[in-house]
């Protein structure tokens, strides 16, 4: 089987507390299962604040005045009144609430590998909108919750997990929630399908 670094991308996914507490962790495993990725750890955590301030460490104040936009204008397309003072408020509102519901029970974590790893992973997963995610992906699927419900009654949106959104930040999250002697390194039988060039050769000769 020829080597090739593409077929060891790695992604990190969280089932956030609300997604086990649905107990929906099968059927997500099952969708990426199908998918053709590979689970390379896989382990239930229960973060502590400080573990969920850190996961979300990289969210400065671009992103919180960015998020903070975004807000305003869900406030104003839906008549409700902005009650923050700046958009930057509301996106550091936004990031508390975010490592207070990581933190709120256990989570399942598991890095997932496989060729566009981080890509395939982010678009099973669907919008961070709920609402605005397409039939087919696991918060389409699997949720009512919207950014609107989240304003309405002052919480963070409940989305139920969790997807890196690029390798390198799927690099550092990995490092972050694993140590190296945790993810393991193996071959599954379908990985001769997706990724051996003589695979078509093989079989033809079979028939």
Not at 7 to 14: A, D, H, Q
Not at 45 to 65: G, N, R
Not at 140 to 149: A, H, K, Q, Y
Request: aromatic share 8%.
């Amino acid at each position: 089987m020829i080597d090739h670094p593409i077929k060891e991308e790695k992604t990190l996914f969280i089932v956030k507390p609300d997604g086990l507490q649905r107990s929906l962790v099968g059927e997500i495993i099952q969708r990426f299962e199908r998918k053709g990725l590979k689970i390379a750890a896989l382990k239930l955590v229960f973060p502590t604040k400080q573990m969920a301030e850190e996961h979300y460490s990289l969210l400065d104040d671009a992103w919180c005045e960015k998020v903070g936009g975004f807000i305003k204008k869900a406030y104003e397309e839906n008549g409700l009144k902005f009650k923050f003072k700046s958009e930057l408020e509301a996106g550091k509102n936004v990031k508390d609430k975010v490592t207070t519901y990581l933190s709120c029970g256990p989570v399942v974590v598991m890095v997932l590998q496989g060729a566009h790893a981080v890509e395939h992973v982010r678009k099973l997963l669907g919008s961070t909108d709920p609402l605005k995610s397409d039939i087919g992906t696991i918060r389409g699927d699997f949720t009512i919750e919207s950014n609107l419900m989240a304003n309405l009654f002052d919480r963070t949106v409940r989305n139920m997990a969790h997807a890196s959104a690029t390798v390198e930040e799927a690099n550092r999250e990995i490092d972050l929630w694993f140590k190296p002697e945790e993810i393991v390194s193996y071959n599954l039988a379908i990985d001769e399908i997706l990724y051996d060039a003589a695979w078509e050769k093989v079989r033809s000769q079979l028939i």
